[in-house]
């Protein structure tokens, strides 16, 4: 299976969707760090911002191996606002 075939179907499943759920309920609390960033890409971030639910969604499907449980857990204690 090709690394576009496997990103896509991470996005549409179950896990993809769970997952996708956790973040935005992350930038929507105020507990949690979850700013915009730079992005390179200009023609899809016009402002060259990319959101924290699209940034951490795009590496989950590129990074098919990582176990999406551990890296939301890891993820919040990093952006954990102390």
Excluded: C
């Excluded at 576009?4 to 929507?28: C, H, I, N, P």
């Excluded at 449980?69 to 993820?75: I, P, S």
């Amino acid at each position: 299976m090709s690394v576009q075939k496997k990103a896509d179907a991470f996005l549409s499943s179950l896990a993809g969707a769970e997952v996708r759920k956790s973040l935005v309920a992350m930038t929507e609390s105020t507990t949690y760090n979850t700013q915009a960033t730079y992005s390179t890409d200009s023609t899809l971030y016009p402002d060259n911002l990319i959101p924290f639910v699209d940034k951490h969604m795009n590496y989950l499907s590129k990074h098919p191996a990582t176990d999406p449980v551990q890296y939301l857990a890891n993820l919040r204690l990093m952006t954990k606002v102390r």
